[in-house]
C-alpha cells in the first residue's frame, strides 16, 4: 500500500513538473510578430518643450509614447545634422560617410549651384515638375527589410511635407511617397515609384489644398494666458497667420506651419482605413513626418508661443492617428516609432538695443576676397569655386592644371578664411579625414566625400550668414545647438522605460528590426538595444 502512494504521489510530482515546464515554453514562445510599423519623424523635436507642456498634452498623445513605451531622451546625431541626415541615419543605421546623405541639398561644383540631394533628372514627377528617386542613397533601409522580408506583398508607403524626407523614409523598394509640392500645394511624388494610394487621388482631384487653403489660418489653439513661461506683453496679442492666394510662398509657409501635421494625419488616417493596412497576414509599413521647428515666417523675433502651440496641435494629432491604428488594426499588432531630428537654425537677430555682439558675414564677399588672396600666391584665376552651408569649394580643374598641391591651398585658403571677421574656426577635409580636427570622427561620420567641400567654416554666434539666391536675400543666424532629440518605441511586449544616457541615432533603426525580428538595414553595423 505504501509502495501504490509513493507511486501516485510520484506521478503528480511529474504531471507538476511537467505543467511548469509547458507555461514556462508557452510564457518564453515568442509574441506574433507587429502586422503594422508605423514610423514618425519629428522635425525640430525638443526634449525642453515636451518636458515644458507635458501638462498640456492629453492622454493619446505624446503622454502614451511616455507611459507605455520606451522613450530615448537623448539621441545623439553628430554635428551637422540636418533633417535629412537625420532622417537617413534612423532609417539605414549608419551615418552619411555611408549612407550617402549628408544634407538635404548639396552644391554642384561645376554649374556653381546648390541642388536636392534627392535630385534625378532621369526620373519624371507625378503632380509636379519635380524630378526625384532614392539613387544618392546608397544603403537599405528599414522600409526596404520590411519589404524583403515580407517578399514584396507588404506595403510600405510614407508621406510627409518635404520632398526628400518622404523618399528617404520609403525607401528604395517603397510602394510609394508624397509629398507637398511648393508650387501647386497638390500631393506629389516620382515615377520612380508606381503607387499612387486612392486617398491621394482624391485629396488631389476632390478636396485639393489650393481650395482648402484659402479658408484656413492658424491661430492660437488656446487662450494666451494659459502658455507658460511667456512675458506678459505676449499674452495681450494673438497671432494669427493666414495663407493667402496671391502669395507665392503659401505652400512652402503651410509646409512648415503647425496646421501642416493636420493635413498630414488625415492623409495617413485615410491610409490606415481604407488601404487596409496591417490587416494581412504580412507586415505593411507607414512612414509620416511632421514638424516642430520654429516658423520662419513670424512677425516677430520671439515666436515662443507659435512654437508652444505646434507642440499642443502635434499632440492632439497623435491622439488622433493611435485612434486610428488601434481602431483598424489594434495597437496591440502595431510597432510605432517616433524620431525627433535637430531643429534647423532659424529666426532672426536679436534687436541692437540689448547689445548682443553681432555683425554680418558675407560668402560672396569672403569668396571674392579668398580667390584675390590665392592669385597672390599661386597666379591668376579664379580658385575658389562657391560656397554652400558653411562650405566653400575650391577650383579643382585649375588646381590641376596648375600643378599645385591641393592640400597646400587648401592650408592657405584655410589661414586666410581664420582672419575674417565673423570666422571662429575652420578646418578642410583633409584635416577631417586624418583625424587633426575638432571632433574629427564625428564630423567624417557625418560627411560624405562626394558631396564634401573643401574647407569647413565656424561663424560665430550671433552673426548673421547674408546670402542671395535668386535675387532673394537669405539670412541666418549662427547659434550653438545641440543636435540631440529624443525617440519612442512604443511596441507589445516590451516593458516601459526610460534611457536617459546618450545614444548614437544609428542605434534605432537594429533597435527596431530586431524587435520585428528581420535584419537590420545592410549598413547597420551596431548591436541593438535589447529592450
Not at 107 to 133: A, R, V
Not at 315 to 330: M, P, S, T
Not at 374 to 380: K, V, Y
Request: aromatic content about 8%; overall charge positive.
Amino acid at each position: 500500500m505504501r509502495h501504490k502512494e509513493n507511486r501516485i504521489t510520484s506521478r503528480i510530482a511529474l504531471a507538476i513538473i511537467a505543467s511548469m515546464v509547458t507555461m514556462g515554453i508557452a510564457a518564453q514562445a515568442p509574441a506574433k510578430r507587429p502586422t503594422l510599423v508605423v514610423g514618425i519623424m519629428v522635425d525640430g523635436l525638443n526634449s525642453n518643450y515636451l518636458e515644458l507642456l507635458k501638462g498640456y498634452f492629453g492622454e493619446g498623445g505624446f503622454k502614451k509614447l511616455m507611459r507605455e513605451g520606451v522613450t530615448f531622451e537623448n539621441v545623439e546625431y553628430g554635428p551637422g545634422a540636418d533633417r535629412s541626415s537625420a532622417t537617413a541615419m534612423i532609417f539605414t543605421g549608419a551615418t552619411a560617410s555611408v549612407n550617402g546623405i549628408s544634407a538635404s541639398t548639396v552644391y554642384d561644383t561645376e554649374k556653381k549651384i546648390d541642388y536636392p540631394i534627392l535630385l534625378d533628372p532621369s526620373k519624371i514627377g507625378n503632380y509636379t515638375n519635380e524630378t526625384y528617386s532614392p539613387s544618392a542613397l546608397l544603403v537599405s533601409t528599414l522600409a526596404d527589410e520590411i519589404r524583403i522580408d515580407g517578399g514584396g506583398i507588404g506595403y510600405v508607403y510614407s508621406i510627409a511635407p518635404d520632398a526628400t524626407q518622404a523618399i528617404l523614409m520609403a525607401g528604395h523598394a517603397g510602394n510609394s511617397a508624397f509629398w507637398i509640392n511648393d508650387i501647386t500645394g497638390r500631393w506629389a511624388t516620382t515615377t520612380y515609384y508606381k503607387d499612387v494610394p486612392t486617398p491621394i487621388q482624391t485629396r488631389n482631384y476632390r478636396i485639393p489644398l489650393s481650395k482648402r487653403l484659402d479658408t484656413l489660418s492658424w491661430t492660437p489653439a488656446m487662450p494666451l494666458n494659459k502658455y507658460p513661461d511667456i512675458p506678459e506683453y505676449k499674452k495681450h496679442y494673438p497671432f494669427k497667420y493666414i495663407f493667402m492666394p496671391g502669395d507665392k510662398d503659401r505652400y512652402r509657409a503651410y509646409k512648415v506651419s503647425a496646421p501642416v501635421n493636420s493635413e498630414v494625419t488625415a492623409v495617413a488616417a485615410e491610409y490606415i482605413r481604407s488601404l487596409s493596412l496591417g490587416k494581412r497576414d504580412v507586415m505593411d509599413m507607414l512612414n509620416i513626418a511632421y514638424t516642430v521647428t520654429p516658423y520662419p515666417y513670424t512677425k516677430e523675433i520671439d515666436n515662443r508661443v507659435e512654437l508652444m502651440d505646434s507642440y499642443i496641435r502635434l499632440d492632439r494629432d497623435l491622439d488622433q492617428l493611435f485612434k486610428a491604428i488601434d481602431k483598424n488594426v489594434g495597437l496591440n499588432n502595431s510597432l510605432i516609432f517616433l524620431a525627433g531630428t535637430p531643429a534647423s537654425v532659424t529666426g532672426r537677430r536679436d534687436d541692437e538695443k540689448w547689445n548682443i555682439p553681432s555683425g554680418e558675414f558675407s560668402p560672396r564677399k569672403a569668396i571674392s576676397l579668398l580667390n584675390m588672396y590665392l592669385m597672390a600666391i599661386h597666379g591668376n584665376g579664379e580658385w575658389v569655386n562657391g560656397y554652400h552651408d558653411n562650405k566653400f569649394y575650391l577650383n579643382h580643374k585649375l588646381i590641376k592644371e596648375r600643378d599645385v598641391n591641393i592640400k597646400n591651398i587648401r592650408n592657405d585658403a584655410a589661414d586666410f578664411l581664420a582672419r575674417m571677421s565673423g570666422v571662429s574656426n575652420v578646418v578642410t577635409i583633409d584635416d577631417i579625414i586624418s583625424g587633426n580636427a575638432e571632433n574629427s570622427i564625428a564630423l567624417r561620420q557625418n560627411t560624405h566625400i562626394k558631396h564634401a567641400g573643401d574647407l569647413y567654416v565656424t561663424i560665430n554666434p550671433g552673426w548673421e550668414t547674408v546670402e542671395t539666391h535668386n535675387g532673394k536675400e537669405k539670412r541666418t543666424v549662427a547659434r550653438s545647438v545641440a543636435t540631440n532629440a529624443p525617440v519612442y518605441i512604443l511596441c507589445p511586449g516590451i516593458t516601459p522605460q526610460t534611457i536617459n544616457t546618450e545614444i548614437d541615432a544609428c542605434l534605432i533603426s537594429p533597435t527596431v528590426a530586431r524587435l520585428l525580428r528581420i535584419r537590420s538595414p545592410n549598413a547597420s553595423s551596431m548591436k541593438p538595444i535589447r529592450l
